[in-house]
């Protein structure tokens, strides 16, 4: 009979653990989402769905036929690039036909920053592209780089005087 008192002694001492405290879990956050660093990121595609992020002046809000947007004289991005060596400035543009029609032969330079890479004139309506290898010493990757196209004369809409240069659909680098 003694034996029971003493079970029932170990047993509630056994009863008496001290649980530990509980706290609500911390609250949950989204990651913050950076600058993507793949070797496309060096090219901004006008449908990109960053591509506004890349926009400095000149480049229409609005894009067109879910590839491309108007531009006004200068239209200009900035790039961050991730290398210097073995690029090549690359970009795809049309020229519309009644932009010629209104203002003759155009001349559209491209500029990497402050320098001037290739200055062409087109005297044809329509798709054109441009390909071309980039000295190293014009780029950087400590900062974004400003890739820039300007157009010589713009369009100038005669019903509401809107002005027009081209329609960008890409610019930026590539490997060569």
């Known amino acids: 009979m003694r034996r029971l008192p003493l079970l029932f002694c170990t047993i509630w001492l056994?009863?008496?653990?001290?649980?530990?405290?509980s706290?609500?879990?911390?609250?949950?956050?989204q990651p913050v989402l950076g600058r993507t660093y793949e070797r496309a990121s060096m090219m901004?595609?006008?449908?990109?769905?960053?591509a506004p992020e890349h926009f400095v002046?000149?480049?229409?809000?609005?894009?067109?036929?879910?590839s491309w947007r108007w531009c006004e004289k200068r239209?200009?991005?900035?790039?961050?690039?991730?290398?210097?060596?073995?690029?090549?400035?690359?970009?795809?543009?049309?020229?519309w036909e009644g932009c010629l029609k209104q203002t003759g032969p155009v001349t559209?330079?491209?500029w990497i920053g402050d320098k001037l890479l290739d200055k062409i004139r087109y005297d044809t309506?329509?798709?054109?592209?441009?390909?071309?290898?980039?000295?190293?010493?014009?780029?950087?990757?400590?900062?974004?780089t400003l890739v820039a196209e300007?157009?010589?004369?713009?369009?100038?809409?005669?019903?509401?005087?809107?002005?027009?240069?081209?329609?960008?659909?890409s610019i930026g680098f590539e490997r060569q």
């Open 108 to 110: 559209v330079s491209f």
């Open 75 to 95: 239209p200009t991005v900035r790039i961050l690039l991730v290398k210097t060596q073995g690029l090549k400035f690359k970009t795809d543009f049309t020229i």
């Open 125 to 144: 309506p329509g798709y054109k592209h441009l390909e071309k290898p980039v000295d190293p010493s014009w780029l950087q990757t400590q900062d974004d």
């Open 14 to 21: 056994c009863a008496c653990n001290r649980l530990p405290e």
């Open 23 to 29: 706290y609500a879990p911390p609250e949950q956050r």
């Open 150 to 169: 300007e157009i010589d004369k713009l369009y100038l809409d005669p019903v509401d005087g809107t002005k027009l240069g081209f329609i960008l659909t």
């Open 57 to 66: 002046k000149d480049i229409g809000h609005k894009l067109e036929g879910n």
């Open 44 to 50: 901004v595609n006008m449908n990109d769905e960053d």
